[in-house]
């Protein structure tokens, strides 16, 4: 079945700890891209990857890193979290050159950040 | 700065009737628009699209119209069902000719609740 996985689905941590969200998609697909969802703001872009060592600010990426080193992976990173990450985290990928800019979209991840 | 807005945070509907829900956007670059929606714990699912050449794009019971000169698109379901009860996000690329950057601005979105 063709998807995007994120883990873990929830997590609670606290500040100033360090933290990955990992995501992973079995589409082969080229662009990957990290989003996050709050109140009143919809989905705001993050970071995302044209393709493996091709990375790219988003724009909300303070407090956050990420890397390609394969295709099919692309973990965010919170060096030191703090409460304003607490967020609905959403990863997502799409191909590159297709007919049409649909992205797909991993289940989320609740951060909490105390 | 809001490039893509949907005014309306919520949306309620009898079941067979028929859901308007509508979005404005700002930047005349965008040539590309989308509609995704979601369901509580899970991640958006696309659901139609429109390419900024057309006005208009027909899919089932869901229909997109696109409006570039008030730089307008609204997405219409007829008749709505209980099941399409979610959040609804429209959706913008400024990608022109498939050159692969793709990146998507989304609206806040509109919850619709279908009553039976």
């Known amino acids: 079945e063709a998807q995007v996985t994120q883990n873990p689905r929830y997590l609670i941590t606290v500040t100033g700890k360090k933290l990955t969200v990992t995501c992973s998609q079995n589409?082969?697909?080229?662009?990957m891209s990290w989003y996050r969802q709050d109140p009143g703001l919809g989905l705001r872009q993050i970071y995302y990857?044209?393709?493996?060592?091709?990375?790219d600010k988003g724009d909300v990426p303070e407090g956050y890193k990420v890397s390609r080193k394969e295709k099919r992976n692309f973990p965010l990173i919170l060096e030191s979290p703090s409460p304003n990450q607490t967020s609905l985290y959403f990863c997502a990928s799409r191909i590159i050159g297709g007919a049409s800019y649909e992205q797909y979209f991993g289940p989320g991840t609740r951060l909490t950040v105390t | 700065d809001q490039q893509v807005k949907q005014n309306s945070p919520s949306l309620s509907v009898q079941e067979g009737r028929i859901s308007i829900l509508n979005c404005d956007y700002t930047n005349s670059m965008f040539d590309y628009f989308l509609w995704y929606k979601k369901y509580p714990a899970e991640g958006p699912t696309f659901l139609i699209s429109i390419s900024s050449i057309k006005d208009k794009n027909e899919d089932g019971r869901f229909t997109v119209f696109l409006n570039k000169s008030a730089k307008h698109l609204s997405l219409h379901i007829v008749p709505s069902q209980p099941g399409d009860s979610a959040v609804y996000f429209c959706?913008?690329?400024?990608?022109?000719?498939?050159?692969?950057?793709?990146?998507?601005?989304f609206g806040q979105g509109t919850i619709l609740t279908v009553h039976p």
């Open positions: 959706a913008a690329s400024e990608d022109a000719g498939g050159t692969s950057y793709g990146k998507l601005t």
């Open positions: 990857s044209m393709n493996v060592e091709v990375t």
């Open positions: 589409m082969n697909h080229e662009y």
